[in-house]
T-cell receptor, first 113, second 109 residues
Framework: DVKVTQSSRYLVKRTGEKVFLECVQD?????MFWYRQDPGLGLRLIYF???????EKGDIPEGYSVSREKKERFSLILESASTNQTSMYLC????????????FGQGTRLTVV | AQRVTQPEKLLSVFKGAPVELKCNYS??????LFWYVQYSRQRLQLLLR??SRESIKGFTADLNKGETSFHLKKPFAQEEDSAMYYCALIPSGTYKYIFGTGTRLKVLA
C-alpha cells in the first residue's frame, strides 16, 4: 500500500509563529501536493511539486511556501501563522506519467491562536 | 474558468433508497473525472474514475459531456455509505486536480 504520512495529526500554534508541516510518501511518486480542506470550500490547492526542488503555486499560495529537497518529502511552511490559516491541511501524491490516482495523507488539523 | 460544482452540501437518504450525488463541471476540453470519498476518521481515497467505467461498492458514475455532468449513483444506499464525497477533474495535459466543494451523504437507518 502507498503510504503518505503527515508528521502531525493536530497542531496548535500562536499567531506569528513559523510553522512547518511535513509530508512523506514511500512509493517514489513524482508529484506531491498540499491542499487546504475547509467546510463548504472543498479542497483548495496551495502548492504542488512535480520533481525535486521544483514547485508551482496553486490557487491559494499567499502566506505559504514549500520545500522539496528529497523526492519523498514535501514540506509546507507558514511563514507567519495567522488565525485565518486555521484549517485542515492535506498532503497528496501521484505517481506521475499517465497514472493520476491521488493518495492522501491523514491530514493535519492546524489551529492558530 | 475550470470549475467543479456540487450543488448539495448535505444529502440525507434512508437506507435502501436510491442515491444520486450531483456533479457538474466547467471545462472546454476532455477532462479526466473522479469521485473521491472520505469516511469518518479516514483519509480521502479514490472511489472511482470515469475512464475505468467500473462500479465500486455499488456506485457508478456516467460522464455526460452534453450536460457536463458526472453524477454518482447507487440504487440502494447502505449506512456505511455515509461519508463526504468529492467530485474532481483533471484538465487534459495536466496533473492538477480541481475539486468540488463536497457533498456529505447521510444514510439514515
Amino acid at each position: 500500500d502507498v503510504k503518505v504520512t503527515q508528521s502531525s495529526r493536530y497542531l496548535v500554534k500562536r499567531t506569528g509563529e513559523k510553522v512547518f508541516l511535513e509530508c512523506v510518501q514511500d512509493m517514489d511518486h513524482e508529484n506531491m501536493f498540499w491542499y487546504r480542506q475547509d467546510p463548504g470550500l472543498g479542497l483548495r490547492l496551495i502548492y504542488f511539486s512535480y520533481d525535486v526542488k521544483m514547485k508551482e503555486k496553486g490557487d491559494i499560495p499567499e502566506g505559504y511556501s514549500v520545500s522539496r529537497e528529497k523526492k519523498e518529502r514535501f514540506s509546507l511552511i507558514l511563514e507567519s501563522a495567522s488565525t485565518n490559516q486555521t484549517s485542515m491541511y492535506l498532503c497528496a501524491s501521484t505517481i506521475g506519467g499517465g497514472n493520476t490516482e491521488a493518495f492522501f495523507g491523514q491530514g493535519t488539523r492546524l489551529t492558530v491562536v | 474558468a475550470q470549475r467543479v460544482t456540487q450543488p448539495e452540501k448535505l444529502l440525507s437518504v434512508f437506507k435502501g433508497a436510491p442515491v444520486e450525488l450531483k456533479c457538474n463541471y466547467s471545462y472546454s476540453g476532455s477532462p479526466e473525472l473522479f469521485w473521491y470519498v472520505q469516511y469518518s476518521r479516514q483519509r480521502l481515497q479514490l472511489l472511482l474514475r470515469h475512464i475505468s467505467r467500473e462500479s465500486i461498492k455499488g456506485f457508478t458514475a456516467d460522464l455526460n459531456k452534453g450536460e457536463t455532468s458526472f453524477h454518482l449513483k447507487k440504487p440502494f444506499a447502505q449506512e456505511e455509505d455515509s461519508a463526504m464525497y468529492y467530485c474532481a477533474l483533471i484538465p487534459s495535459g495536466t496533473y492538477k486536480y480541481i475539486f468540488g466543494t463536497g457533498t456529505r451523504l447521510k444514510v439514515l437507518a
